[in-house]
């Protein structure tokens, strides 16, 4: 948690993005040995809101989910770099607009919206990989085209973003926060298939319901 922490509050993002590699390569190889580790790495999360919080979370959703549609190697641990970092344009936002206990206003909103060319702009200084940068400039995009920042419509979104947009809303929804009651991770897929569906890709919208169901199957043999 400390170094996802680092993304947002330390000044050596250079430093971050380099052990960022190790704790992904960890991921993915804890989720070869073992089936059951997607829950367990889910664990680790204290499940607030802070934004390193919810990065780790929506890194491990994205293992999870990349994993179920066919990634593996190093295009998985791409996409695990990739869903890390896909809010440290936030390390430019002012903390008190994160932070705000409730609905933005139009110019806190106008502001947190620049969050995804902020992080290409911090990401663009560093050797990364276009899919690591499009992970972060383009979460925010909808599948019909009526996201932000660039409108993009379907299959011009990177595939990499696509799972970034599912997995960073489905943990959005699933995470205590000061203005809402967090779903179970059921009903979180229902809202999202019967009411946001058509943001995402349908494919990625039907395999994050076979994630879930393994993640519950795990958490009942936990549980006897």
Request: proline share 4%.
């Amino acid at each position: 948690m400390a170094l996802v922490e680092q993304l947002y509050e330390h000044p050596d993002l250079a430093f971050a993005l380099s052990e960022a590699k190790e704790v992904v390569t960890n991921f993915v190889s804890l989720m070869d040995e073992d089936p059951d580790s997607l829950a367990h790495l889910i664990g680790l999360s204290t499940h607030d809101f802070y934004t390193y919080n919810h990065s780790l979370d929506v890194c491990i959703y994205s293992l999870g989910l990349g994993q179920a549609v066919g990634y593996s190697g190093e295009e998985l641990k791409e996409l695990g770099e990739g869903s890390l970092f896909h809010d440290v344009g936030k390390r430019k936002v002012d903390v008190d607009i994160i932070c705000k206990a409730g609905p933005l206003n139009e110019q806190e909103w106008a502001e947190m919206q620049k969050h995804p060319q902020y992080g290409l702009q911090l990401l663009s200084e560093f050797d990364v990989s276009q899919a690591i940068m499009a992970c972060c400039f383009e979460h925010h995009e909808s599948f019909t085209g009526n996201g932000y920042p660039q409108n993009l419509v379907g299959e011009e979104i990177h595939p990499m973003a696509r799972i970034v947009a599912l997995t960073d809303t489905y943990d959005a929804l699933t995470t205590q926060r000061s203005y809402n009651i967090p779903m179970t991770p059921k009903d979180a897929l229902m809202f999202v298939k019967n009411k946001l569906s058509s943001r995402y890709d349908p494919e990625l919208v039907k395999a994050m319901f076979s994630v879930l169901f393994k993640m519950e199957q795990t958490f009942e043999k936990q549980a006897q």
